[in-house]
């Protein structure tokens, strides 16, 4: 029994009290605990009584003495995050030289340097920082040629950056990296116009490119249809001659001559259209005597009658 008393006394003490004890002496001040990138600032009456801009473990009684047990009831508390902290702004019209309306984004990034001039200098320091970043960016980049704009956007952030570091540093503000992330048009009618042209010309390109490829083409082919006539040309000149030569080889030897003469015969009789009968070579008499017997016994035509005068 004891030990479930002792056990409960001792929960009590460490997830109750505890706590309660802990937070009654923050109340009064005795210990601020400052979380990393952090700042507190403390204010009594209207007056900025104690700033904690460092991470730590602090008390205020050190500092501000009494007056720490008033800060809890008469006085405020402001906790500020002085982590960096990164804005776009959209879409900010520029008119260029040309006349060309467009629109430039703008990055850029800001970190809470004095947390007094933050508080107290301006209203609303986020508010005003975006607004003079927006009329500097304007102010600064009106009238510039289009190619500078599309083109020098590292000098031309950095121009913007240097217009804006000295104002915001009296909002208790420091501006980091400022960047031109988007230079595009804004009038739609002339973006329709500038496709249409863009269009046209890979039009015109593509059309050239093929137009030059089937020249090319061309110019092979007749290149090859002319070496090709000139080999063919050459070729029937030195025919005969080739022929010639080999049939004088031929000639030479009785044997291959007339085996050659042969085929040739046979083949002229083949590609002929005449029919041709082949006979053994012993039934050849019994079969040419068979043809005239059969030719003798045919009746003789009787001679067409001779008409009187």
Do not use: C
Not at 43 to 55: D, R, Y
Not at 293 to 304: D, F, I, T, Y
């Amino acid at each position: 029994m004891s030990t479930l008393v002792v056990a409960g006394v001792a929960f009590v003490a460490w997830w109750i009290a505890m706590p309660i004890f802990f937070w009654f002496l923050r109340g009064l001040g005795f210990y601020v605990i400052v979380p990393e990138r952090h700042s507190i600032v403390y204010t009594l009456f209207g007056k900025v009584v104690a700033v904690f801009a460092e991470p730590g473990l602090y008390s205020m009684w050190p500092r501000i003495g009494v007056r720490s047990l008033l800060v809890p009831l008469l006085g405020k508390r402001y906790v500020l995050d002085l982590r960096i902290d990164q804005t776009y702004l959209r879409s900010q019209p520029v008119n260029s030289e040309e006349g060309a309306p467009m629109g430039i984004g703008v990055w850029y990034e800001t970190y809470i340097s004095n947390p007094t001039d933050y508080l107290f200098k301006n209203q609303d320091p986020e508010g005003s920082l975006r607004a003079n970043v927006s009329n500097a960016t304007v102010r600064g980049l009106s009238n510039m040629r289009l190619s500078r704009l599309l083109e020098d956007r590292h000098e031309l952030s950095n121009t913007v950056r240097d217009e804006v570091s000295d104002r915001s540093g009296e909002w208790g503000f420091k501006v980091g990296s400022v960047y031109m992330r988007k230079v595009h048009f804004r009038d739609t009618a002339m973006i329709r116009q500038i496709e249409e042209k863009v269009t046209n010309r890979l039009r015109q390109v593509t059309s050239a490119i093929k137009q030059d490829g089937a020249n090319q083409v061309s110019v092979i082919t007749s290149g090859a249809e002319r070496t090709a006539a000139v080999e063919f040309a050459r070729a029937s000149a030195i025919r005969p001659e080739i022929v010639g030569n080999a049939l004088r080889e031929i000639g030479r030897d009785p044997k291959i001559s007339n085996a050659l003469f042969e085929v040739l015969e046979v083949q002229r009789l083949l590609e002929s259209p005449a029919r041709i009968t082949l006979l053994p070579p012993h039934s050849t008499q019994s079969l040419v005597g068979a043809q005239i017997v059969a030719q003798a016994a045919r009746p003789a035509e009787p001679l067409p009658a001779k008409r009187s005068s």
